[in-house]
């Protein structure tokens, strides 16, 4: 198996698999894969697991998907889900990008 192929499997079976063997605490009992259909299979106890493998590493290229983007110099500390983190909500990005819509909704929200 070449190093694309291995990381293919490693890669579904973190995905797919891992949730699985953890509620199973078990190891998959059989991977192959259709040359043909370029299909994997992974099975492990009485689940069995299909999906097709990308089309080509042509098609990868060609729609790759950044790892990481800068962040404007205003989004800066800010954070998608800044519960996360342990952070106040008001280090959402959307308090960066728009804060007076923000103020404005926090107010309108009922007391808890």
Aim: positive net charge.
């Amino acid at each position: 198996m070449n190093s694309t192929k291995h990381i293919l499997v490693v890669l579904v079976f973190l995905l797919l698999c891992a949730p699985l063997v953890a509620a199973q605490e078990s190891q998959p009992t059989s991977i192959s894969r259709d040359p043909l259909s370029r299909e994997l299979t992974i099975i492990v106890q009485q689940h069995q697991l299909r999906f097709a493998a990308p089309a080509s590493t042509e098609f990868a290229n060609k729609h790759r998907i950044p790892v990481e983007q800068v962040k404007p110099e205003r989004e800066r500390g800010y954070y998608l889900r800044p519960q996360v983190f342990n952070q106040p909500e008001e280090k959402s990005l959307n308090w960066a990008r728009n804060p007076e819509m923000m103020r404005q909704a926090r107010s309108q929200r009922p007391e808890q």
